[in-house]
C-alpha cells in the first residue's frame, strides 16, 4: 500500500511562485515514477508533470515547460512541484500520484496511487 500526501497549496496572484509537496510512504519507490496532474473544476484531469524516481527523468506538459520544475528528495521520499510565473488558467486541484511505469507517464490510467489533492488558486 502506498500513501500520497500532497501540501503547499495556496491563492497567489498571477506571476506568483508556489511550491508543492507529495510525501510518499508504505513502500520502496526505487522503480517508481511519480506524477503531478491537475483537475480544474468542470474538466478533466490533466499530466503537469513527471520524474521517475530511479533515473531522475523528467516529463512536462507543454503548458508548464519553463514555468514548473518537479524534483525529488531521496531521503524525505518527496517530490516536489515549483511553479514560478503561475496565470490564472493553473487554477486547479492538484494531485501526485505513482505508477511503476516509466513510458507514456502522462497518461492518468496508469497511476495507481493518488493523493487527496490541494487546491492551487491564481487570481488575476
Known amino acids: 500500500q502506498v500513501q500520497l500526501v500532497e501540501s503547499g497549496g495556496g491563492v497567489v496572484q498571477a506571476g506568483d511562485s508556489l511550491r508543492l509537496s507529495c510525501a510518499a510512504s508504505g513502500r520502496t519507490f526505487s522503480g517508481y515514477t511519480m506524477g503531478w496532474f491537475r483537475q480544474a473544476t468542470g474538466k478533466e484531469r490533466e499530466f503537469v508533470a513527471a520524474i521517475t524516481w530511479i533515473t531522475d527523468r523528467t516529463n512536462y506538459a507543454d503548458s508548464v515547460k519553463g514555468r514548473f520544475t518537479i524534483s525529488r528528495d531521496n531521503a524525505k521520499i518527496t517530490v516536489y512541484l515549483q511553479m514560478n510565473s503561475l496565470k490564472p488558467e493553473d487554477t486547479a486541484v492538484y494531485f501526485c500520484?505513482?505508477?511503476?511505469?516509466?513510458?507514456?507517464?502522462?497518461?492518468?490510467?496508469?497511476?495507481?496511487?493518488w493523493g487527496q489533492g490541494t487546491q492551487v488558486t491564481v487570481s488575476s
Open positions: 500520484g505513482s505508477t511503476q511505469f516509466g513510458e507514456k507517464v502522462e497518461l492518468t490510467s496508469l497511476y495507481n496511487y
